[in-house]
């Protein structure tokens, strides 16, 4: 991965200790499972043994994957801003509807639609990067085009 992974400072430290547990305290326990399979007979036929191996491929992949969104992250500031920006909460209006939606920009490992928190990689993020309160945008949908105000930012 060699992109920039944009996390708040609460992520990161749950990305952090994620990581710092697969490697001890997983990679442990696997360890050990693979030991006890190992003792139980003829491995072609050892489902415990394969189970475990499995496993084993499972934590050193999210450990590789963990390890460079950390080496790749950037903190991200949370205040107050004159512009849309990633850690921004902005509040919309679709063109021809009074009701509004908001929504939090965070990076894609933060990404909770039930929170409303949406993706800085979303076409509809992208299509308002750097505009203002007031400014009008639009961005292709899977419905087509859409245009929005950018009603607040905080």
């Given at each position: 991965?060699?992109?920039?992974?944009?996390l708040?400072?609460?992520?990161?430290?749950?990305?952090?200790?994620?990581?710092?547990?697969?490697?001890?305290?997983?990679?442990?326990?696997?360890?050990?499972?693979?030991?006890?399979?190992?003792?139980?007979?003829?491995?072609?036929?050892?489902a415990?043994?394969?189970?475990?191996?499995?496993?084993?491929?499972?934590?050193?992949?999210?450990?590789?994957?963990?390890?460079?969104?950390?080496k790749n992250?950037?903190?991200?500031?949370?205040?107050?801003?004159?512009?849309v920006?990633?850690?921004?909460?902005?509040?919309?209006q679709?063109?021809?509807?009074?009701?509004t939606?908001?929504?939090?920009?965070?990076?894609?490992?933060e990404?909770?639609?039930?929170?409303?928190?949406?993706?800085?990689?979303?076409?509809?993020?992208?299509?308002m990067?750097?505009?203002?309160?007031?400014?009008?945008?639009?961005?292709?949908?899977?419905?087509?085009?859409?245009?929005?105000?950018?009603?607040?930012?905080?």
């Amino acid at each position: 991965m060699d992109s920039k992974e944009y996390l708040t400072k609460e992520k990161y430290e749950e990305l952090q200790k994620e990581f710092e547990w697969l490697q001890t305290g997983r990679r442990k326990e696997l360890a050990d499972s693979l030991r006890e399979a190992m003792t139980l007979g003829d491995l072609s036929e050892n489902a415990e043994y394969h189970q475990a191996r499995e496993d084993q491929a499972n934590v050193e992949k999210r450990i590789k994957e963990l390890e460079d969104i950390l080496k790749n992250s950037v903190i991200v500031k949370q205040g107050k801003s004159d512009i849309v920006v990633i850690g921004a909460t902005i509040i919309l209006q679709k063109k021809g509807e009074n009701e509004t939606k908001q929504f939090h920009i965070v990076g894609t490992q933060e990404v909770d639609m039930e929170k409303n928190k949406i993706s800085l990689t979303s076409p509809l993020v992208q299509a308002m990067l750097g505009k203002k309160e007031g400014e009008l945008f639009t961005f292709k949908s899977p419905k087509g085009m859409q245009e929005y105000k950018i009603i607040s930012i905080r």
